[in-house]
């Protein structure tokens, strides 16, 4: 029986990373000779670390979330003193992360969009992955700033957290776009518009849209 050859780490991280760009450009239907040419390696090298294309998608994914995972700075969040700073700081912040690690962003954005060309059973374990951390941040974050709210007494803090979760989720999407329209809004100084858009949003869930007078 033939010897296994030991693995090489640099040649593992090489496939990675190319495969982390073409996944993350083309989705699942990226090429994997492409993806070995751009790692310098064999395609029988591509197979050899991570056995067939499924799992190299996987570790692709489970790989661009580590990163992100590990560079993640949560006080930017749970510092706000109110949702407005935080809608606005953290949506900067998310902006920035995208741009220092742009490979990794498009990968992740295109498997929680549920790329169609990606198999079913790794469809649905990239999909739990992501979902599952991003939802385990999102209420890490909001039960932070909740706490620093005066919430109505006849209100179940759960659900309180979990309305504003799904309204955040849109109103941070806006917010974003806003920013990559415009990059030269540096500072939240820069932002009053924006800042002012945001609270108008944000006075209405406090709030209501209904006048009690």
Known sequence: MAKRLPRDPEKESAILTAA????????????????????G????????YFDNK????AAAVNHSLTTIK????????????????????ATKYKTEL??????EF?????????????????RKQVFDTFNQWQQAMKNYVLGKVIKKMKIRKDLDP??????????????LSQVQKELEAHPEMKKIEDMDALVDEVK?????????IVDRE
Not at 24 to 30: D, L, R
């Open 41 to 48: 390696v064999s395609k029988g090298s591509v197979f050899r």
């Open 106 to 122: 498009a990968l992740l954005t295109l498997a929680y969009a549920q790329d169609t060309m990606i198999p079913p059973q790794v």
């Open 20 to 39: 982390i760009h073409e996944f993350g450009s083309h989705g699942y239907s990226a090429s994997t000779d492409k993806i070995a040419e751009d790692a």
């Open 54 to 57: 499924k799992k190299l998608y």
């Open 158 to 171: 759960n659900k309180v957290q979990e309305y504003l979760g799904m309204v955040l989720t849109i109103l």
């Open 98 to 103: 995208s741009h220092r690690y742009p490979d």
């Open 70 to 89: 590990d560079v993640l700075n949560l006080k930017v969040w749970t510092e706000s003193d109110d949702l407005v700073t935080m809608s606005i700081r």
């Open 200 to 208: 108008q949003y944000l006075n209405m869930i406090e709030f209501g």
